[in-house]
């Protein structure tokens, strides 16, 4: 080595050593070398049941408290939807009696109880469902550990949804359907038929999760089971077909709010679920780890079906998403497993990616109770109620419908169930500016009560639209509560009520 080199390689070493002084590597090398990943990943797996269900406690926990100290006792236009259909029962929604029997015998601050109750016990069922099929600890924690701290988790179990409900069906119906007694095996029947009362495509769900069960079944080489799930394949088809010819069950149940598919999908990106950029990054990884395994042909048919189904409505985030994640469990364990050249690199890595997935559960908690209805909405919509001639329609965007519903027992001119041309007119009234475009549109749609509530105020950041026109002397502010107000426009209003 001539003497030219040897001072390019001290100043070289000079340099490196500068930049580590600087930001501390050589300790964060040290901090690294003291986690073991290895053991505590085992430690966790071996008490699954008591830190999976902790994982819940706290993600479902957090926002529960904060609902109960702000007096808002259930979150989002969905559980509204399904509390309205339970007040209305009758033979062709006889699915909705259970609810409708907890909504007179329970308090109403007490209702939120139902789904968290429902995680848990899928969530529990869910583990003694995997031992039983033979499934990997490891994978099965990794997989559950991803779904519960995912933001459509959150929404899905602190909300009475059609997707608390439908798993927690499937996860008893599979369950019955590998145990030993005969007798059980049958009664699977009864959660499986049920679950095809929601809507047609999340029956389809249900048929290709047997479709599985029956491939990856322990006793799939006994003829007698074998004829059995083939019989119950055909019999859950059969009822699904008849729940939508018969029964008015909807191809697909909602939208409940307004979609942007990437936004809504990423919750990092403030959509109103979703799952983590890190997780969809893992997937990935998982689905280029695993894409010659024929073990994993099943779960790619899952993200063939879902994902046409989320584009079509993004109600279908939840059944996307427990189809993604066992992808990104593979391609988490993918990468905890595979050899680095640099084993800190690997333990950074790791690090990473574990705080990235807890930062964007952190940050949903931290904005899901805004999802409303706040208490001084309730109070307007109870006020609406009370002092609002019954046959009264009440005009409003579609986020607000099923509140109207529910806690006003009007019906809303504008809504998610609307035909286009009835929310072409909706639109057109939200976005007129002129008395001359307004009036004989609510003129024509019989419209006397306006509810603008906290959630409309964004839409018109110009002062524009229906905001504007408000300031008619038409228009008349008769009740408000905080940022929620009622408005009455007078033409059209009956002399005997103003």
Known sequence: MNAEEKVSKSESETLTENIKGRLHLDKCEELLDNIHYDE??????????????????????????????QGQPLLGTESYYHLSQAQEINWKNYYYYPLNLAQEIMPSWTLSFIPLALAFFSVILGLKLAKRLELSDHFIFLYLALLIISPVFILTFITISTYSYFISLILIGLWLLSSHPKLLQYLALIPLMLATALDLFSSLFLLLTLLVYYYYSPEKDKEEHCNMVKLILIIIAVTALSHYLFFDTPLSLGPFHNYNLLSDLVSDLGGLSGISLFALLLTVGGLIYTWKEKSYYWGHLFILLTIPLYIYRPQYLFLLTISLLPFSSSGFIRMFERRWNLDSIKKFTTLL?????????LTYLNRVTDLGPAPNEIEA?????????????????????????????????????????????????????????????LDKNNISIIYFSPRMKPAFPSGQGLILVLRNEKFKMVHSSGDAEVWMYKQGWPEESS
Request: avoid cysteine; hydrophobic fraction near 45%.
């Open 381 to 441: 919509l109870t006020w609406l109620k009370e002092n609002v001639p019954e046959e009264r329609a009440v005009f409003s965007i579609p986020e607000n419908s099923e509140y109207i519903r529910y806690f006003a027992q009007k019906e809303p001119i504008s809504s998610f169930r609307d035909s286009p041309g009835q929310a072409e007119t909706a639109l057109n009234i939200l976005n007129s500016s002129y008395t001359s475009t307004t009036f004989p549109l």
């Open 40 to 69: 505590a990943l085992n430690y966790l797996v071996e008490y699954r049941y008591l830190y999976l269900l902790l994982a819940v406690a706290i993600v479902l926990g957090v926002p529960l408290l904060s609902m109960y100290w």
């Open 353 to 361: 990616v574990i705080l990235g997935l807890l930062f964007s559960t």
